[in-house]
C-alpha cells in the first residue's frame, strides 16, 4: 500500500515563495519517478514538474521552469517542490504523484499513486 500526503499550501502574495512537500510511505522501492501537478478550477490537471527516483533527473513545464524547483531525499521518502515568484495563476490544488514505470512524464494516467492534494492561493 502506497500513501502520498502533501502538506506546505496556504496563501502567500504574488511574488512570494512556497515550499510544499510529499510524504511517501509504503513501497517507495518501486517508484521510477515523482511528479508534482495541479489543478485550477475549471480546467484539467495539469503537470508541473517531475523528478526520478534514483536519478534526480528533473523536467518542468514551461510555465514555470526558472520559478519552480522539484528535489528529493531518498533517505526520507520525500519529494519538495518549492516554488518562487509566484503568480495569481499557480493558484490551484497541487498533487503529488508517483510511477513505477518510465512513461510521458506530462501525462496523469502515466502515475500510478496520488496524494489529496494541497491548496495553493496566491493573491494579486
Known amino acids: 500500500q502506497v500513501q502520498l500526503i502533501e502538506s506546505g499550501g496556504g496563501l502567500v502574495q504574488a511574488g512570494g515563495s512556497l515550499r510544499l512537500a510529499c510524504a511517501a510511505s509504503g513501497r517507495t522501492a518501486s517508484f521510477y519517478a515523482m511528479g508534482w501537478f495541479r489543478q485550477a478550477p475549471g480546467k484539467e490537471r495539469e503537470f508541473v514538474a517531475v523528478i526520478t527516483w534514483s536519478a534526480g533527473s528533473t523536467s518542468y513545464a514551461n510555465s514555470v521552469k526558472g520559478r519552480f524547483t522539484i528535489s528529493r531525499d531518498n533517505a526520507k521518502n520525500m519529494v519538495y517542490l518549492q516554488m518562487n515568484s509566484l503568480k495569481p495563476e499557480d493558484t490551484a490544488i497541487y498533487y503529488c504523484?508517483?510511477?513505477?514505470?518510465?512513461?510521458?512524464?506530462?501525462?496523469?494516467?502515466?502515475?500510478?499513486?496520488w496524494g489529496q492534494g494541497t491548496q495553493v492561493t496566491v493573491s494579486s
Open positions: 504523484a508517483a510511477n513505477r514505470r518510465v512513461g510521458i512524464w506530462t501525462t496523469p494516467s502515466t502515475y500510478d499513486y
